[in-house]
């Protein structure tokens, strides 16, 4: 299957700073990819849509101000966590539509905020 | 919204066993897919299905898309001590780059006794 990479794995920050997630798919371009976020034995919830070369869609509820997001190019999608509070703490995994009409994951991002 | 019942929540069976969940939907999807996710780690494709009444295997699992495109069900025989994890259903009506766009269903844990 085709594979997206996601960049930390986990990170610690102190509250109040910001934090960069990158999803990359590294064997096909997406013009589309979906972040999600996951709280301990929880389901996976969509957070957001980025868009390549122009801006993200957000699920209801979502802060766009908070979690922002760019989709600089078809290989890559950054989700940046904004002053950053222990509440945002949680398991952030991106996907990517690729051909066949599948959908494939990173292998998360692990967000501890102190 | 749309909401994806999946059932059982948990299970707990002896190596060699078969085991089924399911999945059910309060509305209609062109698309159903089952994941398995591992702790710390994002979720990984096992079965897509594109067609009410489609069955398909990939290796000992197999997955039904119901006739009325509100359900699917998975099946995995003969398990193994690597078959624990988490199981997702996922469901999407959405079509070209917004092929990721997913609700998820709460997940089913596997535990296999040796």
């Known amino acids: 299957g085709a594979v997206v990479s996601q960049h930390p794995s986990w990170v610690i920050c102190k509250s109040g700073t910001s934090v960069k997630i990158e999803c990359r798919s590294l064997d096909f371009q997406a013009t589309t990819m979906f972040w999600y976020r996951q709280f301990p034995k929880q389901s996976l919830m969509l957070m957001a849509t980025s868009n390549e070369g122009s801006k993200a869609t957000y699920e209801q509820g979502v802060e766009k101000d908070k979690f922002l997001i760019n989709h600089a190019s078809l290989t890559l999608s950054t989700l940046t966590v904004t002053s950053a509070h222990p509440e945002d703490s949680s398991f952030y995994i991106c996907?990517?539509?690729?051909?066949?009409?599948?959908?494939?994951f990173g292998q998360g991002t692990r967000l501890t905020v102190v | 919204g749309q909401q994806l019942n999946q059932s059982p929540q948990s299970m707990f069976i002896q190596e060699g066993e078969d085991v089924s969940m399911n999945c059910t939907s309060s509305s209609i999807f062109n698309t159903w897919l089952w994941y398995k996710q591992e702790p710390g780690e994002g979720p990984v494709l096992l079965i897509a299905?594109?067609?009410?009444?489609e069955l398909t295997s990939n290796g000992r699992l197999t997955a039904q898309f119901g006739i009325t495109r509100k359900d699917s069900f998975l099946n995995i025989s003969a398990s193994i001590p690597s078959d624990v994890g988490i199981y997702f259903c996922?469901?999407?009506?959405?079509?070209?780059?917004?092929?990721?766009?997913?609700?998820f269903g709460q997940g089913t844990i596997l535990t296999v006794h040796p």
């Open positions: 996922a469901g999407t009506n959405a079509g070209g780059t917004s092929y990721g766009k997913l609700t």
């Open positions: 299905l594109y067609k009410a009444g």
């Open positions: 996907s990517a539509p690729s051909g066949g009409r599948k959908a494939f």
